[in-house]
Structure formats: C-alpha cells, structure tokens
C-alpha cells in the first residue's frame, strides 16, 4: 500500500503522559500536514511541513506539542503532559510538489485516535 | 480569516431524489474551495474541487464569488454516496499557507433506499 500512513491506530494514555504519532507520507511526497478533529468537527489545521522545515504552526499547537520531520520522510507529533482535552483524532495528509503555491490534492492517512483518561 | 459554513449537520434523502449540501466561506482573498468524502470506515478523501469544474460521481459544485458559496449537487443520489461530506478552502497562490486546508464541520448525507 502506497499510502499514507499512521501509527499507531489508536493510543490510550493516562493524563499527564506523553504520546508521540508517527505520520508516513506517500513517496516523495514533499509536503506533509497534521490534522486535529474532535467529536463533531472537521478536521482543524495543526502544523505544516514542507520537506524537513516546519513553516507554519497553528495557534492550537500550544507549547505542549511539538511535530518534526528530520529526514524529510516521516514526521512525529509529540504531546508532552496530555490533557483529557487533547482526546481527538490526530490526522496526517500529504502532497506532492506542487505547482506553485496552490493547493493539491491532500492525501489524508488513516489517522490517530487519541483518548487521555 | 478563513472560514468555512455547513449549516446542516445531517441530510437525509431517498434514492433517486436530488441533492444539495450547502458550503458557505468566508474569506478576504480568491479561496480555492474542496468537496471532501469520507465513507464509513475508509479515510477522507478528496471528492472534486472547484478549479477543475468537473463531475465526480455525478456530483458538481459551482463556486459562487457573489454568495460566497460552494454547494455540493447532485441530481439522482444512490444509496452509496452516504458518508460524510466536508467543504474545505484553502488560501489562494501569494499566501503562505502553501494548501493549508480549513473545513466544515461536515454534513452526514444519508440515502434511503
């Protein structure tokens, strides 16, 4: 399977411990997104990537979460003293080079469902 | 600010019968608006978006500057287009958002057979 990938499925963590997801783009994808969505909700922008750099967080990143990409390839986002209000789903997406700054199509993984208890 | 309407969270219809899930958006500049899908128990999936004025499964979306819409039709609905469809915009080319996508809240379309 060729696509982007998620891991885990699902987490189930205590509050106050830390959790780290981990998003595998699509191949030579160069750009890659994580996405939150709570009960109820579309999915709300977290953060952004285009190859290794980070160029755009959302104001919901608090201080808590922190994503990388290092390689360029894969990307962590890390929750640090989870909260019962950061129980969501955690989407990744991703997009190959695009042409120009529009938008191509997203490729959204699986995601991540994250309960804190 | 982006922002992106869908004033009915659930949208029940017969097999056969038309169908329209409403989008409205709010945004200062020229927005590039998306039809997401998500069918039950697969991942979100791009539906049509609005620049490549094209049919995909029979549905058609026009983007309408003066309303500041961008409503999902489609004209016989089939039982297995239910799932939940969001509306999603991004920035436009000069931004720096480089595709950040903002959605919906979604609409669940139920077909009826």
């Known amino acids: 399977d060729t696509g982007v990938s998620q891991d885990p499925r699902h987490k189930i963590t205590k509050r106050g411990q830390n959790v780290t997801f981990r998003c595998d783009p699509i191949?030579?994808?160069?750009?890659l997104y994580w996405y939150r969505q709570t009960l109820g909700q579309g999915p709300e922008f977290l953060t952004y990537?285009?190859?290794?750099?980070?160029?755009?967080k959302s104001r919901l990143l608090s201080d808590r979460f922190s994503a990388e990409r290092p390689k360029g390839s894969f990307s962590t986002l890390e929750i640090q003293r989870t909260e019962q209000g950061d129980s969501a789903m955690y989407l990744c997406?991703?997009?190959?080079?695009?042409?120009?700054?529009?938008?191509?199509?997203?490729?959204f993984g699986p995601g991540t469902r994250l309960t804190v208890l | 600010a982006q922002r992106v309407t869908q004033p009915e969270k659930l949208l029940s219809v017969f097999k056969g019968a038309p169908v329209e899930l409403k989008c409205n958006y709010s945004?200062?500049?020229?927005?590039?608006l998306f039809w997401y899908v998500q069918y039950s128990r697969q991942r979100l999936q791009l539906l049509l978006r609005?620049?490549s004025r094209e049919s995909i499964k029979g549905f058609t979306a026009d983007l309408n500057k003066g309303e500041t819409s961008f409503h999902l039709k489609k004209p016989f609905a089939q039982e297995e287009d239910s799932a939940m469809y969001y509306c999603?915009?991004?920035?436009?080319?000069?931004?720096?958002?480089?595709?950040?996508?903002?959605f919906g809240q979604g609409t669940i379309l139920t077909v009826h057979p």
């Open positions: 997406a991703s997009t190959p080079q695009g042409r120009g700054p529009s938008t191509d199509t997203q490729y």
């Open positions: 191949s030579e994808h160069n750009r």
């Open positions: 990537f285009q190859n290794e750099a980070q160029l755009e």
């Open positions: 945004y200062s500049g020229s927005p590039e």
């Open positions: 609005h620049i």
């Open positions: 999603a915009l991004s920035a436009s080319a000069g931004g720096t958002s480089y595709g950040k996508l903002t």
